[in-house]
């Protein structure tokens, strides 16, 4: 029980009498919790890697283990999610018209998709769910964000491989009003791997600035869903940028070129489906996205370390 | 424990309240000039210059520099007490309105090397919050804990991972802790043993009873030797067995470490172990020093509130707070530390 607060009231000035100050030289001591400074930090992550491969990797294993079939959700999910959007947008609304090996190209962009905003939905909130051992331990914290980037790479190879098979076997068959060019592994493939590597720095810059975003300000969480949405609409998913060409919103396409969601699947979807390059220029705007959200992210997120063991 | 009293949380006075006082002093001592603020009776004349002492810098394990710490807590009936019907709707729908809860006011002190430094208060006055700005988790509202190396907490609130199985959580934790695999494999043994669960460590901690996973985190937390060391008085749970088993390496870390704070309201214990006693009421520094003396004024202190003697209870309050000697810190100029410690444990 706190004491009623009768002491407090009558503040006395009787203590002056006694006062001492005590002087000191500081040079050796240090402030406790002080943020490092950029460097410093960049070290301290690099000493903390262990704990951060150890961190992804442990509990990559154990998501989803509530439900009774486990990891199998990591592919079954996005499989559930691509049959819904063919159906609906592929068979309802026909968006698809007009876009060869259709299945491959909404399968390729689904996946892809759900990859790149479970990741980042998951790295915003690292800090803030992760309360627990932010509160037990002393490393910097943004080990957190990235090891949870990390995990959602280790996690993802399964489903990657789902993707690919998929695209094989059932990513050419015809479609009504479209092509069909045969899928078969070359080379090309191997594109992949440059490009999420780019993309997953795209992701840790973002996950960093969002995870002292919510961290701060839990709202900013609905935000992110919103966000989403936004993202989704303007990746060409599950449809082909020719359709806000061909209504005249070149704007639309702009956009679309300028953004890394939608460099990363026209990459990925010329390498496995059209056995060819995508434009160089989705390379330059996804890697210069990749580095610049890395940074700005980084400095961020460094910005706020002193911030993120406070409670709310 | 008053029962009697409700609990009521200490917050920030309201500016409207005090201004209400405010303006009802003014016009009832309006032609006395000199009750205004009180300011010129601030410093009395009888005050003393204050006695200026240099401390040897390298005995001083811990500074605490004028910290204070204000809590901003949601609270969802603060709305009525904003003014104003348009702010008190804004803030009923949001469900917003910060509370302020004064949690420590300008606390200032010096650890040397080699004590061991007991805190005590009762509750809600304010311990956990001291600890936590130590720890530097929470940077103080106003003022700077300065240290020799960064404090390490013993306690076992802090949670692992619930997910993951207890071996782990072992690694995760000393990990987490700075030590590079191999230090963790060989600490790896040392910290099964102390836990004493060698039978459930394959079985993820959710599974744990609270009294294994708080054997489980103690037994972690004590695989390194820090230099500044804070123990909660939660360890003090478990079964005697345990505790048996965890006062020899207990004994061990406390041996080593530089300086030990010790938090707790088993005044024997602080009796025992300590050279200094910290007592924290209200949020307020009311004594620092020989443990004898200052736990038999916090036990009468706690005697007369417990059986609703608040009259008595006042008395030993003033009384042992004549006694302090407030300390204020001055770094010689030009050293006050800025710098961030140079690697967390190792």
């Not at chain 2, 700075?178 to 901690?205: N, T």
């Amino acid at each position: 029980m706190a004491a009623p607060t009768v002491e407090r009231a009558e503040e006395s000035e009787d203590s002056y009498e006694s006062r001492q100050v005590a002087q000191l030289d500081g040079t050796n001591l240090i402030r406790v919790g002080a943020r490092p400074g950029l460097f410093r930090y960049i070290r301290e992550i690099w000493s903390f890697r262990h704990f951060l491969y150890y961190d992804s990797h442990s509990r990559v294993s154990t998501a989803n283990s509530t439900d009774s079939l486990g990891r199998l959700w990591m592919i079954l999910n996005p499989l559930l999610m691509g049959a819904a959007y063919f159906f609906v947008f592929g068979m309802l609304l026909n968006t698809g018209r007009g876009i060869d090996n259709f299945i491959g190209y909404l399968i390729i962009g689904v996946f892809t998709f759900r990859f790149f905003t479970t990741a980042v939905s998951g790295g915003a909130g690292s800090i803030a769910g992760n309360q627990k051992v932010v509160q037990a331990f002393n490393f910097p914290r943004a080990c957190l964000v990235i090891s949870s980037t990390v995990r959602e790479l280790f996690s993802s190879v399964p489903m990657f491989f789902v993707m690919g098979l998929l695209v094989l076997t059932i990513g050419d068959i015809k479609l009504d009003g479209a092509e069909s060019i045969p899928t078969t592994l070359t080379w090309h493939w191997l594109l992949f791997f440059p490009c999420i590597a780019l993309a997953l720095m795209v992701m840790l810059g973002w996950s960093l600035a969002l995870a002292r975003a919510v961290n701060a300000h839990t709202d900013v969480k609905h935000l992110i869903s919103f966000g989403t949405r936004i993202l989704f609409y303007t990746s060409a998913v599950f449809f082909s940028p020719d359709r806000w060409s061909n209504i005249g919103a070149d704007w639309l396409v702009t956009v679309m070129n300028l953004n890394p969601l939608y460099c990363v699947l026209d990459i990925i979807r010329h390498a496995w489906l059209y056995d060819g390059f995508a434009d160089p220029a989705r390379w330059i705007v996804l890697a210069s996205w990749a580095v610049g959200s890395m940074i700005i992210g980084f400095l961020i997120f460094w910005q706020g370390e002193e911030s993120y063991g406070k409670e709310r | 424990m008053s029962t009697s009293t409700p609990y009521v949380p200490r917050r920030v006075s309201r500016s409207s309240e005090s201004e209400l006082i405010a303006q009802d002093l003014a016009i009832e001592f309006d032609d006395h000039d000199f009750s205004e603020d009180g300011s010129w009776d601030e410093y009395p004349l009888t005050q003393q210059s204050p006695v200026v002492r240099t401390v040897d810098p390298k005995n001083v394990c811990l500074v605490v520099d004028d910290a204070s710490m204000t809590y901003r807590v949601r609270s969802s009936n603060e709305y009525k007490h904003s003014q104003g019907r348009f702010t008190r709707a804004v803030k009923r729908i949001t469900g917003a309105g910060w509370t302020e809860v004064p949690a420590l006011s300008n606390l200032s002190f010096i650890v040397n090397r080699g004590e061991s430094v007991g805190v005590i208060g009762t509750n809600g006055s304010g311990k956990s919050t001291l600890i936590k700005l130590l720890t530097g988790k929470v940077r103080p509202t106003s003022g700077e804990v300065y240290a020799s190396s960064t404090p390490v907490m013993l306690g076992v609130n802090a949670a692992l991972v619930k997910d993951i199985s207890g071996k782990e959580n072992i690694r995760l934790g000393c990990l987490a802790m700075g030590l590079s695999p191999e230090q963790a494999d060989a600490k790896y043994d040392q910290i099964v043993e102390i836990s004493g669960l060698s039978d459930a460590l394959d079985m993820p901690l959710k599974t744990y009873s609270s009294g294994m996973a708080s054997r489980l985190q103690f037994a972690i937390a004590t695989s390194v030797d820090p230099d500044i060391l804070l123990i909660d008085e939660a360890l003090n749970t478990g079964d005697a067995q345990f505790r048996a088993r965890t006062k020899k390496r207990l004994d061990e870390v406390r041996a080593q470490a530089g300086c030990v704070f010790l938090v707790s309201h088993s005044l024997g214990t602080i009796k025992q172990m300590c050279t200094r006693v910290i007592w924290i009421e209200q949020g307020e520094l009311l004594a620092d020093g020989d443990p004898q003396w200052v736990c038999q004024q916090y036990e009468e202190y706690t005697a007369h509130k417990s059986n609703d003697r608040l009259r008595s209870a006042k008395v030993v309050y003033e009384r042992t707070r004549l006694q302090l000697n407030p300390i204020q810190v001055d770094f010689t100029d030009g050293t006050r530390p800025k710098k961030a410690a140079t690697s967390s444990i190792s």
